[in-house]
Protein backbone atom coordinates (compact mmCIF):
# COMPACT_ATOMS: atom_id res chain seq x y z
CA UNK A 1 0.00 0.00 0.00
CA UNK A 2 1.36 3.23 -0.61
CA UNK A 3 1.20 5.91 1.96
CA UNK A 4 -0.93 8.90 1.40
CA UNK A 5 1.38 11.90 0.93
CA UNK A 6 0.38 14.44 3.62
CA UNK A 7 1.53 18.28 2.73
CA UNK A 8 3.24 20.20 5.34
CA UNK A 9 1.10 23.18 6.43
CA UNK A 10 3.77 25.76 5.64
CA UNK A 11 3.80 24.55 2.51
CA UNK A 12 0.14 25.17 2.04
CA UNK A 13 -0.10 28.27 3.60
CA UNK A 14 2.74 28.95 0.89
CA UNK A 15 0.52 27.81 -1.89
CA UNK A 16 -2.11 30.56 -0.53
CA UNK A 17 0.20 33.14 -0.03
CA UNK A 18 1.76 32.62 -3.89
CA UNK A 19 -2.03 32.73 -5.55
CA UNK A 20 -2.86 35.77 -3.14
CA UNK A 21 0.53 37.40 -4.56
CA UNK A 22 -0.42 36.44 -8.01
CA UNK A 23 -4.19 37.83 -7.85
CA UNK A 24 -2.43 41.10 -6.78
CA UNK A 25 -0.44 41.66 -9.03
CA UNK A 26 -3.25 40.58 -11.30
CA UNK A 27 -5.27 43.87 -9.73
CA UNK A 28 -2.55 46.16 -9.20
CA UNK A 29 -2.65 46.30 -13.19
CA UNK A 30 -6.86 46.09 -13.55
CA UNK A 31 -7.50 43.10 -14.41
CA UNK A 32 -9.89 40.62 -12.80
CA UNK A 33 -9.58 36.73 -13.25
CA UNK A 34 -13.06 36.11 -12.82
CA UNK A 35 -11.90 32.09 -12.77
CA UNK A 36 -9.49 31.82 -10.17
CA UNK A 37 -9.35 27.90 -9.11
CA UNK A 38 -7.37 25.40 -8.09
CA UNK A 39 -7.73 23.84 -11.39
CA UNK A 40 -6.40 26.95 -13.01
CA UNK A 41 -2.99 27.29 -10.56
CA UNK A 42 0.45 26.01 -11.73
CA UNK A 43 3.05 24.52 -9.83
CA UNK A 44 6.50 24.88 -11.16
CA UNK A 45 9.80 23.12 -9.78
CA UNK A 46 10.33 24.98 -7.14
CA UNK A 47 7.17 24.81 -5.70
CA UNK A 48 6.27 28.27 -6.39
CA UNK A 49 2.31 28.40 -7.39
CA UNK A 50 1.40 30.38 -10.56
CA UNK A 51 -2.04 31.82 -11.35
CA UNK A 52 -2.93 30.69 -15.20
CA UNK A 53 -5.81 30.18 -17.33
CA UNK A 54 -6.86 33.99 -18.29
CA UNK A 55 -9.91 32.83 -20.92
CA UNK A 56 -12.12 34.63 -19.05
CA UNK A 57 -9.70 37.37 -17.29
CA UNK A 58 -10.71 41.24 -18.14
CA UNK A 59 -9.18 44.45 -17.97
CA UNK A 60 -11.56 46.94 -16.18
CA UNK A 61 -11.18 50.96 -15.82
CA UNK A 62 -13.62 51.05 -13.04
CA UNK A 63 -12.61 47.55 -10.99
CA UNK A 64 -15.81 46.21 -12.81
CA UNK A 65 -16.92 44.29 -15.32
CA UNK A 66 -20.75 42.69 -15.99
CA UNK A 67 -20.70 39.58 -18.45
CA UNK A 68 -23.50 39.34 -20.72
CA UNK A 69 -26.47 37.13 -19.43
CA UNK A 70 -26.03 33.64 -20.34
CA UNK A 71 -22.68 33.75 -20.01
CA UNK A 72 -21.39 30.72 -18.51
CA UNK A 73 -19.51 30.89 -14.97
CA UNK A 74 -17.76 29.19 -12.56
CA UNK A 75 -20.91 28.43 -10.16
CA UNK A 76 -19.33 26.52 -6.74
CA UNK A 77 -16.28 29.81 -7.25
CA UNK A 78 -18.54 33.38 -7.26
CA UNK A 79 -20.25 35.07 -4.90
CA UNK A 80 -23.88 36.42 -5.00
CA UNK A 81 -23.23 39.58 -7.08
CA UNK A 82 -21.90 37.26 -10.00
CA UNK A 83 -24.68 34.93 -9.02
CA UNK A 84 -27.25 37.21 -9.41
CA UNK A 85 -26.28 40.09 -11.09
CA UNK A 86 -23.41 38.71 -13.43
CA UNK A 87 -21.13 41.66 -11.72
CA UNK A 88 -17.79 41.10 -11.35
CA UNK A 89 -14.93 43.11 -9.49
CA UNK A 90 -11.71 42.53 -7.62
CA UNK A 91 -13.58 41.16 -4.58
CA UNK A 92 -15.48 38.51 -7.13
CA UNK A 93 -11.97 37.72 -7.20
CA UNK A 94 -11.18 37.63 -3.27
CA UNK A 95 -14.18 35.29 -2.81
CA UNK A 96 -12.96 32.74 -5.34
CA UNK A 97 -9.18 32.95 -3.52
CA UNK A 98 -11.32 32.23 -0.70
CA UNK A 99 -12.84 28.96 -2.36
CA UNK A 100 -9.01 28.33 -3.30
CA UNK A 101 -7.93 28.40 0.38
CA UNK A 102 -10.31 25.95 0.77
CA UNK A 103 -9.31 24.20 -2.12
CA UNK A 104 -5.73 23.61 -1.10
CA UNK A 105 -6.76 22.92 2.38
CA UNK A 106 -9.35 20.49 2.14
CA UNK A 107 -6.63 18.70 -0.21
CA UNK A 108 -8.03 19.34 -3.19
CA UNK A 109 -12.21 18.83 -2.76
CA UNK A 110 -14.54 20.07 -5.01
CA UNK A 111 -16.34 22.95 -3.10
CA UNK A 112 -20.03 22.16 -2.53
CA UNK A 113 -19.22 18.78 -3.89
CA UNK A 114 -22.50 17.02 -3.58
CA UNK A 115 -24.57 20.06 -4.47
CA UNK A 116 -26.11 21.35 -7.81
CA UNK A 117 -24.88 24.58 -9.07
CA UNK A 118 -28.73 25.39 -8.44
CA UNK A 119 -28.39 24.64 -4.90
CA UNK A 120 -25.49 26.28 -4.37
CA UNK A 121 -26.78 29.60 -5.56
CA UNK A 122 -29.38 29.03 -2.95
CA UNK A 123 -27.04 28.04 -0.38
CA UNK A 124 -24.67 31.37 -1.02
CA UNK A 125 -27.82 33.09 -1.36
CA UNK A 126 -29.16 32.18 2.67
CA UNK A 127 -26.07 32.56 3.87
CA UNK A 128 -24.36 29.29 3.43
CA UNK A 129 -20.98 28.82 3.46
CA UNK A 130 -18.07 26.52 2.75
CA UNK A 131 -17.57 24.49 6.04
CA UNK A 132 -13.96 24.54 7.79
CA UNK A 133 -11.43 22.00 6.07
CA UNK A 134 -9.77 19.68 8.24
CA UNK A 135 -6.35 20.85 7.54
CA UNK A 136 -7.51 24.43 8.48
CA UNK A 137 -6.96 26.16 11.78
CA UNK A 138 -9.64 28.00 13.03
CA UNK A 139 -7.82 30.99 12.38
CA UNK A 140 -7.42 30.23 8.78
CA UNK A 141 -10.43 29.02 7.87
CA UNK A 142 -11.59 33.10 9.56
CA UNK A 143 -9.79 34.37 6.65
CA UNK A 144 -11.27 32.20 4.47
CA UNK A 145 -14.27 33.26 5.96
CA UNK A 146 -13.36 36.58 5.76
CA UNK A 147 -13.51 36.13 1.74
CA UNK A 148 -16.47 35.09 1.75
CA UNK A 149 -18.86 38.17 3.05
CA UNK A 150 -21.18 39.96 1.48
CA UNK A 151 -19.05 43.16 1.40
CA UNK A 152 -15.41 41.61 1.92
CA UNK A 153 -12.46 43.38 3.60
CA UNK A 154 -9.60 43.63 1.52
CA UNK A 155 -6.47 41.84 2.74
CA UNK A 156 -3.21 40.96 2.25
CA UNK A 157 -0.88 38.00 3.64
CA UNK A 158 2.14 39.64 4.67
CA UNK A 159 4.07 36.37 5.41
CA UNK A 160 4.20 32.96 4.50
CA UNK A 161 3.19 32.26 8.31
CA UNK A 162 -0.46 33.25 7.33
CA UNK A 163 -0.16 36.56 9.75
CA UNK A 164 -2.76 39.21 7.87
CA UNK A 165 -3.14 42.99 7.35
CA UNK A 166 -6.61 45.00 6.47
CA UNK A 167 -6.16 47.69 4.05
Not at 45 to 66: A, C, H
Not at 127 to 135: A, D
Request: contains cysteine; glycine residues 4%.
Amino acid sequence: NLHRFSLKEAWLLSMCQDVCEGMEYLESHSFIHRDLAARNCLINENNVVKVSDFGMTRYVLDNQYTSSSGAKFPVKWSPPEVLHYSKYSSKSDVWSFGVVMWEIFSEGRTPFESRSNLEVVNDITRGIRLYRPHRASQPLYAIMYRCWHEVPTRFVLTEKNGSENKN
